[in-house]
Every structure is written in structure tokens, then in C-alpha cells.
């Protein structure tokens, strides 16, 4: 069965700091995406990435960064967190194609608190 | 700007009754339409794609594409009581030489026995 695996469900944080959120798939699948969703709000897209050292910046990349060394792994960074970070994050994952710009499969998520 | 347009709902249905789901885009270049369902405090999970005009049925599912007014609709026959959640259409509109996938905020559906 196809996984992509988010590293935490739950994650509390303190403003300032760095955070690192990973993600993994194991589907050898060459698109992979950070979301955000916030209730009222849908899914924001952050970053996507077609490839290994690809990134693409989504409608809402300020004050985060990602990071794709392998095909498998698409980590997403705040560099300074902030209370208008906590949210619910997504990491999805597609097969490249037509479709393949969408996503395919979801995580779990990560709900991320920043206090 | 862009966008992709769903009324939020909630669209509420009887058991057994066919829900009818709508969705409208403004890119007229979008090539991909996604339907995902998302049940509370889950993720989203794929369940209906397009491409082309017309209609596509998997199973209780159609998808229908009118690419000339924009719309993508998804049809849920014989709907039951599981079948209630947030259902979010997706599309990709292009970008900067790049095609962004974006997602509608969703339309809640209740489907009461």
C-alpha cells in the first residue's frame, strides 16, 4: 500500500524558533508538496517540487523554506516560527503525468502549535 | 487572481438521494481536475479525476467536465450516511510557466438516514 509518512502528528513549538517538518514517501514518486490548511482558509499551497533539488514556490512561501537532497524526502522549514504558523501541515505526493500536478497522496498531517 | 470556487455548503441530502457537488474555475488553460474527500480530522483522499469533457463514472461517482463554462461537478448516486464529508476539488492553474495546483475550500455534505 502506498505511504507518505509525516514525521509527527503533533508538534509544539516556541516563536523564534527553527522548525523542521519531514516528510517521506515511499512510492518513488517525482512530485511531491506542502500544504497548509486552516479552517475557513482550504488548502494553501507553501512549496511544490517536480524533482530531487527542485522547488517551486506555492501561494503562500513567506517565511518557510524546503529541502529535497532525495527522491523520497521533501522537508519543509520555518526558519523563524511565528504564531501565524500554527496550523495543520500537509505533505502530499504524485506520480509525474497529466494529473501528476495535483496530488495524489496525502500524509497524515502534522498539527503544529507555535506558542 | 485565480481561483478555484466551491460553495461551502453545508449541502445536506437523504439517504439513497444523488448528491450533485459543483465546482468552478477561472484558469481556462487548467488541463486537471481532482475530487478528494476528506472526513473530519483526516487527510484529503483521492477519489475522482478528469481530463476531458464529458462525464466519468467510477462506481457511485460521476465527475463532470464543461470546459467551455468552467465547472467541474461531482455526483455521488445512492448516497449514504458515510458518504458525509468535506469534498474538495482541485485544479491546476497555470502559473509562471508552471502549472499551481489549487484547491477550492470545500463543500460540506451531510447525508441524514
Known amino acids: 500500500d502506498v505511504k507518505v509518512t509525516q514525521s509527527s502528528r503533533y508538534l509544539v513549538k516556541r516563536t523564534g524558533e527553527k522548525v523542521f517538518l519531514e516528510c517521506v514517501q515511499d512510492?518513488?514518486?517525482?512530485?511531491m508538496f506542502w500544504y497548509r490548511q486552516d479552517p475557513g482558509l482550504g488548502l494553501r499551497l507553501i512549496y511544490f517540487?517536480?524533482?530531487?533539488?527542485?522547488?517551486e514556490k506555492g501561494d503562500i512561501p513567506e517565511g518557510y523554506s524546503v529541502s529535497r537532497e532525495k527522491k523520497e524526502r521533501f522537508s519543509l522549514i520555518l526558519e523563524s516560527a511565528s504564531t501565524n504558523q500554527t496550523s495543520m501541515y500537509l505533505c502530499a505526493s504524485s506520480a509525474p503525468g497529466t494529473g501528476g500536478s495535483l496530488p495524489q497522496h496525502f500524509g497524515d498531517g502534522t498539527r503544529l502549535s507555535i506558542l | 487572481q485565480k481561483e478555484v470556487e466551491q460553495n461551502s455548503g453545508p449541502l445536506s441530502v437523504p439517504e439513497g438521494a444523488i448528491a450533485s457537488l459543483n465546482c468552478t474555475y477561472s484558469d481556462r488553460g487548467s488541463q486537471s481536475f481532482f475530487w478528494y474527500r476528506q472526513y473530519s480530522g483526516k487527510s484529503p483522499e483521492l477519489i475522482m479525476f478528469i481530463y476531458s469533457n464529458g462525464d466519468k463514472e467510477d462506481g457511485r461517482f460521476t465527475a463532470q467536465l464543461n470546459k467551455a463554462s468552467q465547472y467541474v461537478s461531482l455526483l455521488i448516486r445512492d448516497s449514504q450516511p458515510s458518504d458525509s464529508a468535506t469534498y474538495l476539488c482541485?485544479?491546476?492553474?497555470?502559473?509562471?510557466?508552471?502549472?499551481?495546483?489549487?484547491f477550492g475550500r470545500g463543500t460540506s455534505l451531510i447525508v441524514h438516514p
Open positions: 512510492m518513488d514518486h517525482e512530485n
Open positions: 482541485a485544479v491546476t492553474i497555470a502559473s509562471g510557466g508552471s502549472y499551481i495546483p489549487t
Open positions: 517540487s517536480y524533482d530531487v533539488k527542485m522547488k
